[in-house]
């Protein structure tokens, strides 16, 4: 009839009626036991050829016929109803550019096992914790380049997150136009809420663009800017010469990053700088700006009750007659 996981009861209370029907039946048992009378005859010869007739078997059935028009009239004004419910949700995403530097310091080894891969790994964990926000990549050394447009395949953005290597495209710092590249990408976007997260090691010392020229963009366009200076305090195990095959020497080299231009960025778009000295602190700061960072959720729910007491008591009516028929015709003499 429908699904019992979703079946409800106006009046359940009278769902205790059903009880009298085992009481019922006890009854109309022992009734039919101690209603036998004995007879006391010299033999038993007479009756040899006699059986019990087959109507005094099916005669039971008119009570059974009755029991079931009183369970099924029991449940009818119990009023059985089929539940459906449903739920709507809305979620309004957030549009996020991770736009992450790649320049050949970034293989130092003050994280481990160094900057880069530290800043891969990190980042795709928190790429997972928001499934339902638009995310895209652009990196940057001495120029900048879009790995992956804004997405919400993050499967696709996570694989080519395990691919990027320092390398790539020409050595340097270009953190001007990185931001602006990231900028590019997501300035006509609809999202409520506009995000360019900006991670470097270093100075700005190559691009066309000016940082902080860059930075006045992103506000224009309503974009806030997270700028994370990544790299320890002091000095640093970093890559210092490559040799020919490709493998690279290392020295204890100064940490140099311009914080004070991040924190101009940052605060100039309305976003926030942070100072990652390892791992866990870089781990902490992306979660501090997935906090800062909350999607929207909208979620109505919606129940509808059909009623289903009509079946019920077309049954217990159709029981009934069958039970009425039945004792005035065909066991009218045995009744």
Not at 91 to 120: T, Y
Not at 151 to 171: E, P, Q, Y
Not at 229 to 248: M, N, Q
Not at 284 to 292: A, G, M, N, P
């Amino acid at each position: 009839m429908f699904n019992f996981n979703d079946i409800t009861f106006a009046n359940r209370e009278l769902l205790w009626l059903l009880l009298a029907i085992p009481v019922l039946i006890a009854w109309y048992m022992w009734k039919h036991r101690s209603s036998k009378s004995e007879v006391t005859i010299s033999s038993l010869d007479g009756f040899s050829g006699l059986g019990i007739p087959v109507k005094a078997y099916l005669m039971h059935g008119l009570f059974v016929l009755r029991m079931l028009a009183v369970t099924f009239l029991i449940i009818a004004i119990a009023r059985p109803q089929a539940r459906s419910s449903w739920k709507d949700i809305y979620s309004e995403g957030i549009d996020i550019v991770i736009a992450m530097d790649i320049s050949g310091s970034m293989l130092a080894q003050d994280f481990k096992p160094n900057r880069i891969e530290a800043s891969k790994q990190i980042a795709m964990e928190f790429i997972d914790g928001r499934p339902n926000d638009r995310i895209g990549l652009v990196i940057f050394s001495g120029e900048s380049f879009t790995m992956c447009p804004l997405t919400t395949d993050h499967s696709v953005i996570k694989n080519l997150f395990a691919g990027i290597k320092t390398g790539m495209i020409n050595d340097g710092t270009a953190i001007g136009m990185g931001l602006a590249n990231a900028i590019s990408r997501i300035k006509d976007s609809n999202a409520k809420s506009k995000v360019v997260i900006l991670l470097t090691d270093g100075v700005n010392n190559q691009g066309s663009i000016a940082p902080l020229t860059a930075a006045e963009i992103a506000k224009a366009f309503g974009i806030r800017v997270y700028t994370i200076g990544i790299g320890t305090e002091g000095k640093a195990l970093s890559p210092v010469a490559r040799y020919p095959d490709g493998s690279y020497e290392y020295d204890y080299v100064n940490v140099e990053i311009d914080e004070q231009m991040l924190s101009e960025i940052a605060s100039m778009t309305g976003g926030q700088y942070f100072r990652a000295t390892g791992n866990s602190k870089l781990k902490q700061i992306y979660q501090e700006i997935d906090k800062l960072e909350k999607t929207k959720f909208e979620e109505k729910s919606f129940t509808n009750k059909e009623e289903k007491f009509f079946m019920y008591a077309l049954f217990g009516g159709i029981a009934f007659l069958l039970e009425l028929l039945f004792r005035n015709t065909l066991f009218r003499s045995l009744t």
